[in-house]
């Protein structure tokens, strides 16, 4: 019977050799499935925003007056003056013109208003409002990519630098109201969005002009 004990005792200890064994390799499978998933899902965000880059670059390549959006205007300027020469800047080289404005709602309704729809002055901001939206979606994938640990932070801010060059464009404010106020955007890329306006003087200024709204906190409590 001494020999039955001993082969039981072996063959328990060759179990649990087994199934230690069994445990470290999965655990070393897991890890690499974990890597192989997490690489692959760097690649598909990195590969989402070099398509959403390409098409902002295609959007302005098809239609030359959107270079406009990209101008420096002098910092003498007036908020409200610089405001409207970066607007008819839109219209260079036609005969169209624009409604007069008050605020942000003026600019984000305007081009869609049944008046006149089809004017030149109202398509070409249409497609400023277009733009501006591709370089929001653009920002959204970003700030997505990099809360998830998909892009590393150096990556992020070469695309938030769209902010620092249009943050304060009407069109791209109007475009940042039309989406905040139907809830399109995450409330933590909203805050990190806001920051990053109030950080440059120049948007700053002209936000204090069109889009007050902002500069207050109950903004980010209207996108919950």
């Known amino acids: 019977m001494e020999w039955i004990n001993v082969a039981k005792e072996s063959l328990e200890f060759a179990f649990a050799s087994i199934s230690v064994g069994a445990l470290v390799y999965g655990a070393w499978i897991g890890g690499k499935a974990v890597k192989?998933?997490?690489?692959?899902?760097?690649?598909?965000a990195k590969y989402s925003l070099i398509a959403a880059d390409n098409e902002i670059f295609a959007v302005v390549r098809s239609k030359p007056f959107l270079e406009s959006f990209f101008m420096v205007c002098d910092d003498n300027i007036l908020p409200k003056d610089k405001a409207d020469r970066l607007l008819s800047a839109l219209l260079h080289g036609t005969s169209g013109s624009y409604k007069r404005w008050e605020n942000v709602q003026d600019i984000v309704d305007w081009p869609w208003e049944e008046n006149d729809f089809f004017s030149e002055g109202k398509d070409r901001f249409r497609y400023g409002t277009y733009l501006a939206e591709r370089i929001i979606i653009l920002l959204t994938l970003a700030h997505g990519a990099w809360q998830d640990r998909l892009i590393s932070k150096e990556d992020y801010h070469g695309y938030t630098n769209?902010?620092?060059t249009i943050g304060h464009h009407p069109l791209f404010l109007a475009a940042i109201h039309y989406w905040a106020r139907h809830r399109f955007i995450r409330q933590s890329f909203?805050?990190?969005?806001?920051?990053?306006?109030?950080?440059?003087?120049?948007?700053?200024?002209?936000?204090h002009v069109i889009y007050p709204q902002i500069e207050s906190d109950k903004w980010l409590d209207m996108i919950r």
């Open 36 to 44: 192989k998933y997490q690489m692959q899902n760097e690649i598909d």
């Open 162 to 164: 769209y902010i620092d």
């Open 190 to 207: 909203a805050a990190e969005l806001r920051n990053r306006l109030l950080m440059s003087q120049e948007a700053k200024e002209m936000i």
